[in-house]
């Protein structure tokens, strides 16, 4: 089916989705912000300078490369590889922030705040911010510094002030909560910088636009490698950015079927998983509501609970998604599904075996997915995977399950 890909404006709504659930000491800067950012869309300036940090600091553009032996041993269609994981700081999460790094300084703001699980997205603003010349505080649960204690080094060595939350269960939920409380304190001099496409509006938009250059360029280079469109474009999906950054630029092309993969953690029932989207038809647990700012699908208790979650991969364990995915779902234009722990650490396995690449473990879903369906493909249909990150900081994890 056709689907006509859509720039919210004011409402910023995809379909019922989306939206702006905040107080009302929010509704300045959100609008500032799609303000500031409506300007330096179209500001050759700021695209010139976000071209040049995206080219000589982050690595762009990455591969569009293909896996011979995976195809092989799979027997099915050809498979590429997106290779965001050859990023700097080892994922597509640098795309994002540097472009919310250069609209801070073009709004005035010499500070950043994030908030962070796994530290990714911590350590991405803190490259980021030290690289502009910006002042980064990252919030973090103590139990989530406990668990990812490299990176909280990594993010205090490239200068970010790390400040430990010890609230509620310690975990991102709380780190988010602290975090949007000095934004709200300090608005005139500090950007909230957020990492995927979450989020009152216009978050979901801009962090889209900042990672739409993976299917830009995935779509030339492989009308210049195969002279056609991939069939089938597999993505991981946490919060939903890497995935909505590789389908954006074939939405309006209805022949490419788009495979968006969450986590199924350890089982189907509420608490063992984070597949949002996949658990929506069946599965209770997944319906709309509102969480952070947005009306998405949200895993949640039948009295209107948050759910907790689980994954093996931090990057994919959140009660939300993307209002955008949630619309996309609902249209039939993308498809979800949900790959459990265990299959996506045999799929990290094989992809290191078959093509010498390590993934992360977000990236391992996918992988795992297009395990199972690539041997139902023709040997002429052509697949484009995004491996949104490399799985340096999974070893650890790796090794518990070897
Ligand atoms: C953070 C992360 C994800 C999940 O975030 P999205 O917004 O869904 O892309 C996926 N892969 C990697 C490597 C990550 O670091």
Same mark, same amino acid.
């Given at each position: 089916?056709? *689907?006509?890909?859509?720039?919210?404006?004011?409402? !910023?709504?995809?379909?019922?989705?989306?939206?702006?659930?905040?107080? %009302?000491?929010?509704?300045?800067?959100?609008?500032?912000?799609?303000?500031? *950012?409506?300007?330096?869309?179209?500001?050759?300036?700021?695209?010139?300078?976000?071209?040049?940090?995206?080219?000589?600091?982050?690595?762009?553009?990455?591969?569009?490369?293909?896996?011979?032996?995976?195809?092989?041993?799979?027997?099915?269609?050809?498979?590429?590889?997106?290779?965001?994981?050859?990023?700097?700081?080892?994922?597509?999460?640098?795309?994002?922030?540097?472009?919310?790094?250069?609209?801070?300084?073009?709004?005035?703001?010499?500070?950043?705040?994030?908030?962070?699980?796994?530290?990714?997205?911590?350590?991405?603003?803190?490259?980021?911010?030290?690289?502009?010349?910006?002042?980064?505080?990252?919030?973090?649960?103590?139990?989530?510094?406990?668990?990812?204690?490299?990176?909280?080094?990594?993010?205090?060595?490239?200068?970010?002030?790390?400040?430990?939350?010890?609230?509620?269960?310690?975990?991102?939920?709380?780190?988010?909560?602290?975090?949007?409380?000095?934004?709200? =304190?300090?608005?005139?001099?500090?950007?909230?910088?957020?990492?995927?496409?979450?989020?009152?509006?216009?978050?979901?938009?801009?962090?889209?636009?900042?990672?739409?250059?993976?299917?830009?360029?995935?779509?030339?280079?492989?009308?210049?490698?195969?002279?056609?469109?991939?069939?089938?474009?597999?993505?991981?999906?946490?919060?939903?950015?890497?995935?909505?950054?590789?389908?954006?630029?074939?939405?309006?092309?209805?022949?490419?079927?788009?495979?968006?993969?969450?986590?199924?953690?350890?089982?189907?029932?509420? !608490?063992?998983?984070?597949?949002?989207?996949?658990?929506?038809?069946?599965?209770?647990?997944?319906?709309?509501?509102?969480?952070?700012?947005?009306?998405?699908?949200?895993?949640? =208790?039948?009295?209107?609970?948050?759910? =907790?979650?689980?994954?093996?991969?931090?990057?994919?364990?959140?009660?939300?998604? !993307?209002?955008?995915?949630?619309?996309?779902?609902?249209?039939?234009?993308?498809?979800?599904?949900?790959?459990?722990?265990?299959?996506?650490?045999?799929?990290?396995?094989?992809?290191?075996?078959? %093509?010498?690449?390590?993934?992360?473990?977000?990236?391992?879903?996918?992988?795992? %997915?297009?395990?199972?369906?690539?041997?139902?493909?023709?040997?002429?249909?052509?697949?484009?995977?995004?491996?949104?990150?490399?799985?340096?900081?999974?070893?650890?994890?790796?090794?518990?399950?070897?």
């Amino acid at each position: 089916m056709s *689907y006509a890909v859509e720039v919210p404006r004011e409402s !910023g709504r995809y379909g019922p989705y989306g939206g702006r659930y905040v107080p %009302e000491t929010l509704m300045a800067p959100l609008e500032e912000l799609e303000h500031a *950012y409506e300007q330096a869309r179209t500001d050759h300036l700021f695209q010139a300078e976000l071209d040049m940090l995206l080219r000589d600091f982050a690595g762009r553009p990455t591969p569009l490369q293909f896996a011979p032996r995976l195809t092989d041993y799979l027997g099915g269609a050809r498979i590429y590889l997106k290779r965001e994981d050859l990023l700097h700081t080892g994922a597509h999460k640098i795309n994002n922030c540097l472009g919310q790094g250069l609209l801070a300084r073009r709004m005035g703001k010499n500070r950043v705040i994030a908030e962070t699980g796994a530290g990714q997205h911590g350590v991405a603003t803190a490259t980021v911010a030290a690289r502009l010349g910006l002042t980064a505080t990252v919030y973090m649960g103590t139990e989530d510094m406990e668990r990812q204690r490299l990176n909280v080094f990594r993010m205090r060595l490239l200068g970010a002030e790390v400040i430990a939350v010890e609230a509620g269960s310690r975990t991102l939920k709380d780190a988010i909560n602290e975090a949007m409380r000095d934004w709200v =304190t300090n608005v005139r001099t500090s950007h909230y910088l957020l990492g995927s496409v979450l989020g009152a509006h216009p978050y979901p938009m801009i962090v889209r636009d900042f990672q739409k250059i993976i299917g830009e360029e995935a779509r030339k280079q492989i009308e210049q490698i195969e002279r056609r469109l991939p069939n089938y474009l597999f993505a991981c999906v946490g919060g939903g950015s890497n995935s909505i950054g590789l389908f954006h630029a074939f939405l309006e092309e209805p022949k490419v079927k788009m495979i968006g993969v969450e986590a199924g953690g350890r089982g189907g029932s509420l !608490g063992e998983h984070a597949a949002r989207l996949a658990a929506r038809r069946g599965l209770t647990g997944s319906r709309p509501g509102v969480l952070q700012g947005t009306y998405t699908y949200v895993l949640q =208790t039948a009295d209107g609970q948050i759910a =907790t979650t689980h994954s093996v991969s931090a990057g994919l364990d959140y009660p939300a998604v !993307g209002p955008e995915h949630a619309w996309l779902a609902d249209q039939g234009r993308a498809e979800y599904t949900a790959v459990a722990d265990g299959e996506a650490i045999e799929a990290a396995r094989m992809l290191a075996r078959t %093509e010498g690449i390590i993934p992360a473990l977000e990236s391992a879903h996918a992988v795992a %997915e297009l395990i199972r369906r690539a041997p139902q493909m023709r040997k002429d249909e052509i697949v484009i995977l995004n491996l949104s990150g490399r799985g340096d900081k999974d070893m650890e994890t790796l090794s518990r399950y070897a």
